[in-house]
């Protein structure tokens, strides 16, 4: 058995989704890439958007989800990590990012009790390109983690030729996907913990939460694996 286990290892060695180097354990990282994660603090951020304090956007966007937060900064080994997750298929990935999502929905929202776990959905084409949704299988995982149930298919997403949303400026991305999700079950009051893999703008998880409330849901509460913020921004506060 020991044998097999050295061949496999020797054939697809576990390597840090960070920098690629080899690994002697199963550790998603090494030590240096491990360091180097940045991680959000939930007593640091926005209740409503879930970035830091410094950098809220709720002036600028009206938000209808009750609360945003994730797990990392979508920048550095993090992003790269997420990055592999996604085009690369390192599936083993999602549930480290599914750990770190849950920790920070306990600490984030200890006070809340889900009743359902929705997540983003893709059009079937993009799925069948891809080979798989991400948001579905970090929700998959959050879900066992949790012990929260999958509403598998809650959410839908309509087949059309909108534009790409990361080919897109900040604001557009609102306009742009207004009507691609739509939510054909009654959630009478139900609460719902919403997931997608990286949160941009908040532009989909306002659409998607628009449709859960449309729906009947009681209150929405978001959750990312990655959050990106807006350097700009950082730089202004940086420098004054
Ligand atoms: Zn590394
Ligand atoms: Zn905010």
Not at 12 to 21: L, S, V
Not at 50 to 64: A, D, N, R, V, W
Not at 112 to 125: E, L, Q, S
Not at 203 to 224: M, P, Y
């Amino acid at each position: 058995m020991n044998i097999v286990k050295a061949v496999i290892s020797a054939i697809f060695p576990n390597i840090c989704a960070g920098c690629g180097q080899v690994l002697d354990g199963d550790e998603y990282f090494c030590d240096y890439c491990f360091e180097m994660l940045e991680h959000c603090h939930a007593d640091k951020i926005c209740r409503k958007c879930g970035l830091p304090k410094k950098l809220c956007e709720c002036g600028k966007y009206i938000f209808h989800f009750d609360a945003c937060a994730a797990a990392f900064r979508n920048d550095g080994i993090a992003k790269k990590a997420m990055y592999a997750f996604k085009f690369r298929h390192k599936e083993r990935l999602a549930r480290y990012f599914a750990e770190q999502m849950a920790l920070m929905v306990s600490q984030r929202y200890a006070d809340r009790k889900f009743d359902y776990i929705a997540y983003v959905p893709m059009t079937r084409i993009r799925a069948l390109r891809r080979g798989y949704n991400q948001s579905y299988i970090l929700a998959k995982e959050l879900s066992g983690i949790l012990k929260i149930p999958l509403g598998v298919g809650m959410l839908g997403c309509s087949r059309d030729r909108r534009k790409t949303q990361h080919k897109l400026s900040r604001k557009d991305r609102f306009q742009n996907i207004k009507g691609k999700y739509f939510c054909d079950v009654r959630l009478d009051g139900k609460n719902i913990l919403l997931v997608d893999d990286i949160k941009t703008t908040g532009a989909t998880f306002d659409e998607c939460s628009k449709q859960l409330f449309a729906a009947g849901a009681g209150s929405v509460c978001c959750i990312a694996g990655l959050i990106t913020y807006n350097k700009k921004k950082e730089e202004k506060n940086n420098g004054n």
